[in-house]
């Protein structure tokens, strides 16, 4: 039998329009489509009548599936030749395990396609009313992984770096390591008054958007019982929140 083929589709930020039309494509087309948690369940009523729909969502400490076990999944479909569509939230290689996927795939002379997406670091912001870059306040923007473990010496940011040298910074799933990325941040040089924006829920009905600054945002957020998932975006350009948000009040009106 012919092998069949993957395609890595990355589902975009939460709203279930804000998926590229190469990516509903390959939804449609699926014959097994294999999900994340974060995804929105609404794109799988795309899927056809026919389609094996298998989750694989990983909540922290919760896995569903391991990685090793998603690779065996998307590998053993593709070789009874079925079309197999890994739908993931946001980019599929922006903190997605896309590249590994595809690693695997190649290794295994599966032929695979790659659909990026939207993803959160700039959606979420851009749906609370902050640019990740103005040319007045912003010409840099770095995305970074929050999933670092102080505790267990599990640190390799330069956080010199990123307190110095980049002006909007994005954090994907700090919520849990809020304070600390606040600390790490004042220590290396950003001013404790530097504007800081929690997204949670990014472009989804559910979006709730807390401001604050370096000194005070994790007070704020405990206050307002923010959890994942949630952006965290920090420079000057949360500030423009005050003039452009636009969403949230779409949603209350």
Sequence with gaps: MNKGKVYI?????????LITIR???????ADVIIYDRLINKELLNYASSHCQLIYCGKVPREHGLIQEEINTLLVEHAKKGKIVTRLKGGDPFVFGRGAEEAEVLRNHHIPYE????????????????IPVTHRNYA??????????????NEDHLNWQ?????IDTLAFYMGVGNLQYIC????????HET???????????????TVIGTLDNITEKCTRENITNPAMIVIGDVVNLR?????FEEMIIK
Excluded: Y
């Design 9 to 17: 589709v990355g589902a975009g930020p939460g709203h279930p329009k």
């Design 23 to 29: 990516g509903m494509e390959c939804i449609k087309e």
């Design 114 to 129: 790659i659909v990026p997406g939207i993803t959160a670091g700039i959606a979420a912001p851009a749906f609370a009313g």
């Design 139 to 152: 010409s840099s923007l770095a995305i970074v992984t929050a999933h670092v473990k102080p505790e267990n």
């Design 161 to 165: 770096a990123l307190a110095q040298g």
């Design 183 to 190: 600390d790490q941040l004042k220590k290396h040089g950003r």
């Design 194 to 208: 530097t504007p800081v924006a929690i997204i949670q829920w990014g472009t989804t009905n559910m979006q709730k």
């Design 242 to 246: 005050e003039k452009i948000h636009w």
